[in-house]
């Protein structure tokens, strides 16, 4: 395989990963509903027993997707971690107390108390849900740094009217498209806690949890519809970063990501347009006829909206990590990525991949029984 091809071959790997994290993320969105869902300690048994046995998988997700954009685009690490680093310290602190807060909540004696452990898993499914949101924004959006020469010494802030937070100004400024990356995050929250409530529904026995799981998925699909159709119409009208195929120059163009969308025969488009009919039509299932197999039609759906989300972002002669400061240190899937050796080492390296996958899906299969009160009295309950 050609250099190019390898480079195309790992945005698509990172693209199916990424759009599987989402896919995975219905448990920070039930973590973020867990005090709406459970009155009491019984539903709350119920509650996070149910999320706590899908936590970890989630995990193993998020590791791929981490390790397959840093180890092919590794330019990216450098530049994202050596200057936005705030957003991705709170990101991945958000994932350590969320493991602390599952293995600790029901511990016998814990100094903390079970209600501080469930603060843990509310920031991780509110904060860092977010977070990630709108770092993703930046992909589209752009980040304030430079990249100097054949050196690829980078500079942070240095865009005049920009604002130095070291990642954090992608969600609380509204200067270079902070308000979309914002809008990004919240969608992204409230499309979390959709599938993570028709998660429930599908996965407990309890009837009032149940009731109460259809209900908030209906409240919040409600709430995610002008914040998922506003990130679309800005995405669709804002100005791109085209990287012109001959010169590898990067220019804003009008509707850029737009020209994305349908290049190709629409692709993208009809993969984007399949995922969102599936989502609402699993919605429709799971909250307004309280079927099971609404979370999975949904969640489908989701993965291929978000699959599409990433190939817009890093196909189409795009920059995936554009910089606002300087158009021509923005990140391409060319220039970020590794050597020919390197990608093509790791193209055997990605045969593995599956083998992961079918231990996640063996897992969940073995832990595919829906929870009981059998389940949430065992000793080993979260």
């Known amino acids: 395989m050609t250099h190019s091809a390898l480079q195309h071959y790992w945005w698509f ?71 936005a680093y705030w957003v991705w310290y709170i990101i991945l602190f958000s994932f350590v107390v969320q493991a602390v807060g599952y293995e600790y909540r029901t511990k016998p004696d814990n100094i903390l108390g079970k209600k501080v452990y469930q603060g843990f898993l509310y920031f991780n499914g509110f904060i860092g849900t977010i977070l990630i949101g709108a770092a993703v924004g930046t992909f589209f959006t752009g980040s304030n740094f430079s990249v100097h020469g054949i050196t690829r010494e980078l500079t942070w802030g240095v865009a005049k009217d920009g604002i130095n937070l070291r990642g954090l100004e992608a969600a609380i400024s509204f200067n270079h ?55 679309l119409v800005m995405l669709v009208t804002m100005k791109g970063y085209h990287v012109d195929p001959k010169t590898q120059v990067v220019s804003l163009v009008d509707g850029h990501y737009l020209n994305s969308l349908l290049a190709g025969g629409a692709y993208k488009l009809i993969i ?18 309280g079927k099971r197999v609404g979370f999975w039609i949904a969640n489908a759906g989701v993965l291929f909206v978000v699959l599409a989300i990433f190939m817009t972002a890093g196909y189409g002669n795009s920059a995936f990590y554009p910089s606002y400061a300087d158009l021509q240190s923005s990140l391409t899937i060319q220039n970020a990525s590794g050597s020919l050796v390197g990608l093509r080492t ?14 996640v899906v063996y897992t969940w299969y073995v832990m595919r029984k829906p929870i009981n009160e059998e389940d949430v009295e065992d000793k080993h309950a979260y």
């Open 13 to 83: 790997i990172v693209s199916l990963l990424g759009a599987m994290l989402v896919f995975m993320m219905f448990v920070q969105g039930g973590q973020s509903l867990a005090m709406q869902l459970a009155n009491s300690d019984e539903e709350e048994k119920y509650v996070y027993n149910s999320l706590g046995r899908k936590w970890e998988l989630g995990f193993t997700v998020l590791v791929m997707f981490g390790g397959a954009l840093y180890a092919a685009f590794p330019l990216f690490y450098s530049v994202s971690f050596g200057g």
């Open 177 to 231: 498209g902070a308000l979309f990356n914002l809008i990004f995050g919240l969608m992204l929250l409230f499309l979390v806690r959709v599938t993570g409530a028709l998660w429930v529904n599908n996965n407990v026995t309890n009837e009032a949890v149940k009731k109460k799981a259809q209900k908030l998925a209906k409240i919040n699909f409600f709430i995610l519809l002008p914040f998922l159709l506003a990130m």
């Open 272 to 289: 984007l347009l399949v995922g969102a009919v599936a989502f609402v039509y699993g919605v429709f299932a799971g909250a307004f006829q």
């Open 346 to 359: 790791m193209f055997y390296v990605s045969f593995a991949i599956p083998f992961v996958l079918i231990e």
